[in-house]
């Protein structure tokens, strides 16, 4: 699934694929945003990207897609 975060005064956003669910992803956002802790999320081949909660834009969590097809990387 892919997450994109949203990071305000930066033009480009952070965009990771990850084997979370999106339930876990949004409990994540939500425990965050609450407590006012860094955003701490975890890429599928291990890497953790931190974004304190200050600078939260959006958080953008995709639909899983199953099956793809074609060319795609």
Not at 7 to 26: F, L, W, Y
Not at 37 to 43: E, F, I
Request: hydrophobic fraction near 40%; charge should be negative; charged fraction near 20%.
């Amino acid at each position: 699934m892919e997450v994109r975060i949203g990071v305000q005064n930066v033009a480009r956003e952070i965009v990771i694929e990850s084997n979370e669910s999106p339930e876990a992803v949004r409990a994540a956002v939500g425990e965050a945003l609450s407590s006012g802790t860094p955003l701490t999320l975890m890429d599928e081949k291990g890497h953790s990207v931190t974004v304190p909660t200050s600078a939260l834009a959006y958080v953008d969590i995709a639909a899983e897609q199953k099956g793809r097809v074609g060319f795609g990387g």
